[in-house]
């Protein structure tokens, strides 16, 4: 059964550490994506990576790292230098490089409250 | 920069009423993609547009791609307790097909 992971689905972390969200998918699929979705604001790009070993900043990396070592795995660190990590994370991938005209497949989604 | 506007951000209607969610990029787009996201859940893809003035139905959802390929609406006709959720357009800047920008979105509640 082909898809995307996320886990955990909720988390809980003390202000001042980092945390890691996994994302795997067995799809096959190249790039991979981070969103954020906040309350009415929608889906902001973190990073996305199109290759193994490469990666883009999206339009709110500012705080985030991410790692592509494995073409199923994207992993993203929230660190301590993002002021409001609280959020939901979501995870997705494209079949091809071509993020813009692709179909998105996102994973469930990892809920991240920094206490 | 470049933005995708998603209006209205919440509609309340009637089980049966219609609905619509309409989506206006300040740049000329290659495409458009219409996403659900079901209360708890991920946004799922619904459908893509490409051509200018295209129109597509999926059962009570119709999308259309305007002609000038800056906006796009989805209409859906007799809302159904099922249709509850957010709708979210996105669309990829013409000679951009890496980049994808996602609307707001619209969050459909109906009433029964």
């Known amino acids: 059964d082909g898809g995307i992971t996320q886990s955990p689905k909720y988390l809980f972390r003390k202000e001042g550490q980092n945390v890691t969200l996994s994302c795997e998918q067995n799809?096959?699929?190249?790039?991979m994506y981070w969103y954020r979705q906040d309350p009415g604001q929608g889906l902001r790009l973190i990073y996305y990576?199109?290759?193994?070993?490469?990666?883009q900043k999206g339009d709110i990396a500012e705080g985030y790292s991410v790692s592509r070592e494995k073409k199923e795995s994207f992993p993203l660190t929230v660190t301590s230098a993002q002021k409001n990590p609280t959020a939901f994370y979501l995870c997705?991938?494209?079949?091809?490089?071509?993020?813009?005209?692709?179909?998105?497949?996102f994973g469930p989604g990892t809920r991240l409250t920094v206490l | 920069g470049q933005q995708v506007m998603q209006i209205p951000q919440y509609q309340h209607v009637q089980e049966g009423e219609d609905f619509t969610t309409y989506c206006n990029s300040s740049t000329t787009l290659s495409n458009i993609q219409w996403y659900k996201q079901r209360p708890g859940g991920h946004p799922v893809f619904l459908i893509q547009l490409v051509k200018s003035g295209e129109v597509k139905k999926q059962k009570r959802l119709t999308f259309q791609f305007g002609e000038a390929k800056k906006n796009s609406s989805l209409h859906i006709t007799a809302t159904q307790t099922t249709d509850v959720g957010t709708y979210f357009c996105a669309g990829c800047p013409v000679n951009r097909d890496d980049k994808i920008i996602f609307g707001k979105g619209t969050r459909l509640h109906i009433l029964p």
């Open positions: 997705a991938s494209t079949l091809t490089l071509a993020g813009g005209t692709d179909t998105q497949y």
């Open positions: 799809l096959n699929h190249d790039a």
């Open positions: 990576s199109q290759i193994v070993n490469d990666f």
